[in-house]
């Protein structure tokens, strides 16, 4: 099984959309790390963009990835970066 796979199963939260946020990452990143735009997301998992996006912060609050976000030369936003933080042992984020 994918590190990051376990690594996602392990941990617990209580919103289901961060949940499945970073279970969609850890299995569609690779060495943990994926870029995507938020529409592609929220496409994958059902959910609306802001929704998305929301449960990105929630995850990157608790410390659980990293979003970088890309420029185009245009200086447009492109798809951002998620880097997830696989080195953090399992972890009960419930409130």
Known sequence: MNTGIHWARQ???DDPTD???LQYLAENAV???MTVSIAQL???LGRHKRTVTR???NLEEANLL???RNWRQDGRQAPNTYVLTLN???I???S
Do not use: F
């Open 11 to 13: 941990i617990v939260l």
């Open 19 to 21: 949940k499945s946020l």
């Open 31 to 33: 060495d943990g790390v």
């Open 42 to 44: 929220a496409s994958a």
């Open 55 to 57: 449960a990105a912060a």
């Open 66 to 68: 990293r979003r970088e």
């Open 88 to 90: 953090v042992s399992r």
């Open 92 to 94: 009960d984020l419930a």
